[in-house]
Antibody, heavy 121, light 107 residues
Framework: EVQLVESGGGLVQPGGSLRLTCAAS????????MSWVRQAPGKGLQWVAN????????YYVDSVKGRFTISRDNAKNSLFLQMNSLRAEDTAVYYC??????????????WGQGTLVTVSS | DIQMTQSPSSLSASVGDRVTITCRAS??????LHWYQHKPGQAPKLLIY???SLQSGVPSRFSGSGSGTDFTLTISSLQPEDFATYYC?????????FGQGTKLEIK
C-alpha cells in the first residue's frame, strides 16, 4: 500500500523558515510527479507546488513563488518543501500528494495525513 | 487562473438519499476534473478522476459526469460513512485549483 508520511511542521515566527519532508514508500517514487497541497484553518484545499519525477521541472502557486522551494531526493524516496519568509497566511496543514501521470500529470491519487505549520509570534 | 465554483457549499441529507454536487469551471477544462472526499484529521481521498472514472476501491454509489465547464458528482444512496467534505479539482493548467468544498451533513 502506498504510504506518504509528512514531517517537519511546527510553530514558527513570521519571517522564519521551515523545511517539510514527505517520506514515500511502497511505490517507485522516482517515476512519479509529486505535489504539496495545503489547507488553512477553516478553508478549502489549495495546491502549492508540483515537481517532475526527475526534479527537472517545478511549478508553484503565485503566492509562494520566490519563498518556497520544492525538491526531492529519489535515492531516499523523499519529497521536500523549503519554506522561507513565512507569513501568517501560510498557516495550514500541508499535505504531500502523489500525482497520477497519464499523458500529462493529472489527479492526486494518494495523499499523506498532513503536517501542521503555524506561523505566529 | 481557472476558477472552480462548487455548489452547494453545504448540504443536509439523510442516509439513503441521492445527492448531487456540481462544479463549474471558469473556462473549458475538457475532462481534467477530479473529485475528492475529505474527513477531518484524515488524508483526502480520490473518488473520481477524469470527470467520470471511478478510482479503484471506491464504492459504485459514487459517480461523476460532465465535460467542458460543467461537472457533477452523484452519490446514489448515502451511507453513514459518506458524510464529509467534497472537493472538485482541475488539473487542466497550473495553478491547479480546487472548488471551495461542499460539506455534506446528516439531516
Amino acid at each position: 500500500e502506498v504510504q506518504l508520511v509528512e514531517s517537519g511542521g511546527g510553530l514558527v515566527q513570521p519571517g522564519g523558515s521551515l523545511r517539510l519532508t514527505c517520506a514515500a514508500s511502497d511505490f517507485t517514487f522516482s517515476t512519479y510527479w509529486m505535489s504539496w497541497v495545503r489547507q488553512a484553518p477553516g478553508k478549502g484545499l489549495q495546491w502549492v507546488a508540483n515537481i517532475k519525477h526527475d526534479g527537472s521541472d517545478k511549478y508553484y502557486v503565485d503566492s509562494v513563488k520566490g519563498r518556497f522551494t520544492i525538491s526531492r531526493d529519489n535515492a531516499k524516496n523523499s519529497l521536500f518543501l523549503q519554506m522561507n519568509s513565512l507569513r501568517a497566511e501560510d498557516t495550514a496543514v500541508y499535505y504531500c500528494a502523489r500525482v497520477y501521470m497519464g499523458v500529462f500529470p493529472t489527479h492526486f491519487d494518494y495523499w499523506g495525513q498532513g503536517t501542521l505549520v503555524t506561523v505566529s509570534s | 487562473d481557472i476558477q472552480m465554483t462548487q455548489s452547494p457549499s453545504s448540504l443536509s441529507a439523510s442516509v439513503g438519499d441521492r445527492v448531487t454536487i456540481t462544479c463549474r469551471a471558469s473556462q473549458s477544462i475538457i475532462n481534467f476534473l477530479h473529485w475528492y472526499q475529505h474527513k477531518p484529521g484524515q488524508a483526502p481521498k480520490l473518488l473520481i478522476y477524469a470527470a467520470s472514472s471511478l478510482q479503484s476501491g471506491v464504492p459504485s454509489r459514487f459517480s461523476g459526469s460532465g465535460s467542458g465547464t460543467d461537472f457533477t458528482l452523484t452519490i446514489s444512496s448515502l451511507q453513514p460513512e459518506d458524510f464529509a467534505t467534497y472537493y472538485c479539482h482541475q488539473s487542466y493548467s497550473t495553478p491547479y485549483t480546487f472548488g471551495q468544498g461542499t460539506k455534506l451533513e446528516i439531516k
